[in-house]
């Protein structure tokens, strides 16, 4: 046998066609585009505008200062100088509150003034300036506190002597590294949370706390370790230094605790958020960057109650002051620990209320169609029943016969049914 040729497809005929993935619309593609260029313009946006305002120039506003001497002499000087938008002045003649207002942080500069009495009485009293400032709170503060020692003396015929009571480290000498453990913890302590919510976004409440925690305390020891590196450990002793991470590990909760709440609100734009409240208002505020005495009014404002400035004058105090003035700025990053937690606690109250109470309504919805449908399908049956019985009444009829018909069979004695009634009946037709 020969093989025969399959027959050949008709001229045509058209061939299936492959099955085609639809493909976005153009609006849908630009749409996603400037969702994803959102964030990036963002950042271009809010940077430069908080920072810039912020740091542009860096000048005294309300300084605090105090002037020790006689009352006739420095009370003058006290009030020439707090008319001023500089500083904030007041005086006394305690002498030994020069300094100790310095270095208990109650001030940032002090200017003593003490009369030194002329061998004659018609000569001139002379005076002796001496200003104390700490760099320690910031190299530009303490140069605005020897300026108005210098202008002071200037008015007195005479020089000013300077102290500084609260220097900085060798390895410090601008005074930032401070600044620097606190933004390289921050950063570990949103990220953790942002890609814990991109990897699990449906995590419970505590495994984010958790995290917040683990973070709190793992960021610290690494950052301050690597920048022992190169700044050492500012020579200070150990406890300190443990006070130091103490304040900082409850700095990293707080931030993660803040992103937390942050995402119960936003959700998956929630980096937005974080940014904004952990990035572009936390730095500028904190007075790392520039001292809090030489920021504009508005960022002095956010400084005196913010939680990163709560954690950077925090670090300052325990490490150059021997924590002095350490406690209220301890208290108002804890404030913002707690306050942050309680919050999120009823934003997850709340959301979990409004879900079940939302469970709950599609239950009695359920119910209530499942009645319904019982309801319905009873009455169905119902009607059913009616039907077959009227069926039964009048349609069961069975073969007859007359009584005159010759092979008819004698009457018996057995009642006689009705074709319509079904009972027993007296008419002529009798059923065989």
């Keep these: 046998m020969t093989d025969t040729p399959a027959p050949a497809m008709a001229q045509g005929a058209e061939t299936a066609p492959a099955p085609s993935v639809a493909e ?100 001139q009293t002379d005076f002796v300036v001496t200003t104390y400032y700490a760099d320690a709170e910031g190299r530009s503060v303490g140069s605005a506190v020897r300026a108005a020692g210098d202008q002071v003396a200037e008015q007195l015929g005479t020089t000013a002597s300077a102290v500084d009571v609260a220097p900085l480290a060798a390895t410090d000498t601008l005074g930032t590294t401070l600044f620097y453990l606190l933004t390289y913890t921050s950063l570990a302590a949103y990220l953790v949370i942002i890609v814990l919510t991109q990897v699990q976004p449906r995590a419970r409440l505590r495994t984010r706390y958790l995290a917040s925690a683990i973070t709190a305390v793992i960021a610290p020891l690494i950052v301050f370790g690597l920048s022992s590196i190169w700044v050492g450990d500012y ?139 019982r309801r319905e399908l009873r009455e169905a049956n119902r009607l059913v029943d009616d039907e077959a019985g009227d069926r039964h009444r009048h349609v069961k009829v069975e073969a007859y016969v007359l009584d005159d018909e010759p092979d008819a069979e004698p009457p018996t004695s057995e009642p006689r049914r009705s074709i319509t009634a079904g009972h027993p009946s007296t008419s002529e037709g009798t059923a065989r």
């Design 24 to 123: 976005p619309s153009r609006a849908s593609v630009a749409k996603k585009l400037v969702f994803a260029l959102l964030l990036p313009l963002y950042f271009v946006i809010v940077f430069p505008v908080m920072f810039v305002s912020a740091l542009h120039a860096p000048t005294p506003h309300d300084l605090s200062l105090i002037v020790v001497g006689p009352a006739q002499v420095v009370g003058q000087i006290a009030d020439g100088l707090d008319e001023t938008r500089e500083f904030r002045a007041t005086h006394t003649d305690v002498v030994e509150e020069a300094r100790s207002s310095v270095e208990d942080r109650a001030v940032e500069g002090a200017i003593e003034i003490t009369p030194v009495p002329a061998a004659d009485p018609t000569e």
């Design 235 to 373: 020579g200070a002793s150990f406890g300190t230094i443990a006070g130091l991470l103490g304040v900082n590990a409850l700095y990293v909760f707080t931030v993660g605790a803040a992103a937390i709440l942050i995402q119960q609100f936003l959700g998956n734009v929630a980096t937005f958020g974080i940014m904004g409240f952990i990035v572009f208002l936390n730095f500028p505020s904190a007075g790392g960057a520039g001292p809090s005495a030489m920021l504009p009014p508005f960022w002095q404002a956010v400084h005196s109650f913010y939680f990163g400035a709560g954690a950077n004058e925090a670090f300052r105090s325990i490490v150059y002051f021997n924590g002095a003035g350490a406690q209220r700025w301890v208290l108002q990053l804890l404030a913002w620990t707690v306050g942050l937690v309680l919050a999120t606690v009823v934003v997850h109250l709340v959301k979990t209320v409004r879900a079940q109470r939302v469970d709950l309504a599609l239950l009695t919805d359920r119910d209530a169609q499942h009645v319904d449908a």
